[in-house]
């Protein structure tokens, strides 16, 4: 037993006695390096990748420098080890399929580990596990790894991957150094980031910092992989983040939200905890540019849950004459005061990571024109055709061809089976959307006029309405309420508590994240604050608005009152449209009565339930002007 024999250190990943031992000034002679220049590394990336290969005892390492060669030697990699099927339809497109047991984010394995408890999560008399985040103490980190890491890469490559969260070089971008065994992450984080040679180049010639992030996809304890195709190990699935050494350690899951650590782990988790201490946002937002007929333009971001319309509104084709929308990003934001108090934005992300599911044509025209070149299509299904296919995709699609379903079994509509996994991805490059705004790589980021924030709710909550002030917008980013989504774990389609669409990826304690927030009122000029709502349905269960590009209409009202107009009336929960104000020339009859109502027993019970929430999981955390706007909510529904 390896863990008897090994005293681990997670701080420095120092093995005392490992059966094997690595150092870079004569890697040469104990472990080759099959691909790269270790000589290109700097001390401290040296030191990382030799503890790294101490713990986890690979055959061989590949220092990846992000070209098309290095990729074309991983994808042959791929190809004989069954991981990715070429799309020859498309160009230079892939299919991975995973074990079924590893499709979504795993929340309920997902920990941070700070000095005490309250750092990482509220601590209340009634909170429930994971409601928050979940905190895991030194002690408990330490023995997870011990289980886990010693010796999982035996007889594999351990891949180097460095890499940018944003543009390389802006005073805004993070750095990384990811440890992965698997080139099916490479490869995806050479799309989700920008990796490679000019990494290593800038962080010889800046600070030195980066972001260190430790994965392997892990071997079964029965040494037996269900799947050699796609190896992991579900049952000891985890995924560990240290914000205080600015870590992250995953194991046991190649599926991109648990694996690609840029993306949700470092850009949010650990980003929002950087955030905090520099002074600026770490968000689940896109980013769009909205220009209106008279050629003024408005930069926008948005928070909305995963699998909620995020990558639609990013890159809508407006159905509103004059419009245009340009995307800057479709799932993350980092939001800084500039030296004139101008809140900026960048994407610190390269690519899009985006639910394939109901992407079509009809509903995101730009997706489509944008996914069918240089992409990593995972767990959709495969047509004869060399194509792809999945739910919402036109029919046309699959006419005369044959149809393999994600598990790789034949597929018809008739096996009331989906054909794609609910969850299953498209991994692009973000710089070949169409709409991608000219703007997105400025180093300086883009100036943020509105914040707006969403989910799925069926009754209650109308189309869109506003914050009276920073303070009311900070309350209903804290009390956003969603229908679960298949990117979690989570079954059901029941109403979840979801603030900031935060609530898995929060870095520390929610409590002090909204006092972060608040603060930020003292740090510059904030944008105004809106709630949206695509998805309300009427009493026959129909969607009561067309959604898609007629969401323009909503945006050309938020633009206004960006502008200043008086477009709007006041209510109990904001300021909502007034009379005529939304442009609705050229829609079928739109019942905007049904669509903006604000019932009273639904408002009492949803304040209620906010209240519950924040009692339950926030307690003495929640910061006291988010506590006297729910109490302001409640009087104003009481006068309903």
Not at 23 to 44: E, H, M, W
Not at 70 to 75: A, V
Not at 198 to 211: E, I, K, T, Y
Not at 332 to 354: H, T, Y
Request: net charge positive; charged share 20%.
């Amino acid at each position: 037993n390896l863990n008897k024999n090994l005293k681990i250190n997670y701080l420095s990943f120092r093995l005392v006695s490992a059966p094997r031992r690595y150092n870079f000034r004569v890697v040469c002679r104990s472990l080759s390096v099959q691909y790269g220049d270790a000589k290109i590394l700097t001390p401290a990336v040296k030191q990382f990748v030799d503890k790294c290969a101490n713990l986890c005892q690979p055959e061989r390492v590949h220092i990846c420098d992000g070209t098309v060669g290095e990729s074309k030697l991983l994808q042959g990699l791929m190809l004989k080890q069954g991981t990715i099927i070429p799309l020859p339809k498309y160009e230079n497109c892939w299919l991975a399929r995973t074990n079924p047991a590893d499709v979504a984010r795993v929340e309920s394995k997902t920990f941070i580990c700070t000095e005490q408890k309250d750092g990482a999560v509220p601590v209340t008399e009634k909170a429930t596990p994971g409601a928050l985040g979940n905190w895991i103490s030194e002690k408990d980190l330490q023995a997870a790894i011990g289980e886990r890491f010693p010796g999982c890469m035996k007889g594999r490559t351990m891949y180097v991957i460095p890499f940018s969260m944003g543009p390389v070089g802006s005073p805004l971008s993070k750095i990384g150094i990811e440890i992965t065994d698997s080139p099916y992450v490479v490869e995806s984080m050479k799309i989700m980031t920008r990796a490679g040679k000019p990494v290593l180049d800038f962080l010889r010639s800046g600070d030195g910092q980066f972001v260190k992030c430790l994965h392997s996809v892990g071997s079964p304890s029965s040494g037996i992989q269900a799947q050699p195709s796609w190896p992991c190990d579900p049952e000891r699935t985890i995924v560990l983040h240290k914000p205080a050494d600015n870590e992250i350690v995953s194991y046991g899951s190649g599926y991109g939200g648990n694996s690609l650590l840029g993306k949700k782990c470092f850009a949010l988790r650990i980003g929002s905890t950087i955030a905090k201490r520099e002074g600026w946002l770490a968000e689940h937002m896109l980013i769009l540019g909205i220009t209106n007929p008279r050629g003024k333009k408005i930069y926008v971001s948005a928070a909305f849950p995963s699998a909620c319309g995020k990558t639609n509104l990013a890159m809508m084709t407006p159905t509103l004459p004059g419009y245009k929308v340009e995307c800057v990003g479709d799932d993350i934001a980092w939001m800084k005061f500039d030296s004139q108090g101008v809140l900026r934005a960048i994407n610190p992300e390269n690519g899009f990571f985006g639910v394939a599911p109901g992407t079509s044509r009809s509903t995101n025209p730009i997706a489509m024109d944008t996914i069918f070149r240089n992409s990593v299509f995972t767990n959709v299904a495969s047509t004869s055709d060399g194509g792809v296919y999945w739910e919402g995709m036109e029919e046309s699609h699959i006419k005369d061809v044959t149809v393999t379903d994600w598990l790789g079994k034949l597929w018809s509509k008739e096996s009331g089976k989906p054909a794609a996994h609910p969850n299953s991805r498209f991994c692009t490059p973000a710089s070949q959307c169409p709409i991608i705004d000219p703007a997105w790589e400025d180093s300086q980021g883009v100036p943020i006029s509105a914040i707006l924030f969403g989910g799925r709710r069926p009754t209650g909550v109308p189309l869109v309405y506003e914050a009276r002030d920073w303070k009311h917008g900070v309350f209903i980013g804290a009390a956003m309420r969603s229908e679960a989504t298949a990117a979690a774990e989570h079954k059901g389609k029941m109403i979840m508590h979801d603030p900031f669409a935060m609530r898995p990826f929060f870095g520390y304690n929610f409590g002090n994240y909204l006092d972060h927030w608040l603060s930020m009122e003292k740090r510059g000029k904030v944008p105004k604050i809106f709630h949206v709502n695509w998805f309300r349905k009427s009493d026959e269960g129909k969607f009561l608005w067309p959604g898609f590009g007629e969401n323009s209409r909503v945006l050309d009202w938020i633009f206004r009152r960006v502008e200043g107009e008086e477009c709007f009336v006041d209510s109990p929960i904001g300021r909502l449209p007034s009379q005529d104000a939304l442009n609705l020339s050229g829609l079928d009859k739109i019942d905007l009565q049904q669509l903006f109502s604000l019932p009273k027993q639904f408002w009492q019970q949803e304040a209620g339930e906010i209240q519950r929430y924040f009692e339950e999981q926030v307690g003495g955390h929640l910061p006291s002007p988010v506590t006297e706007q729910l109490e302001e909510l409640k009087a104003r529904v009481a006068n309903m």
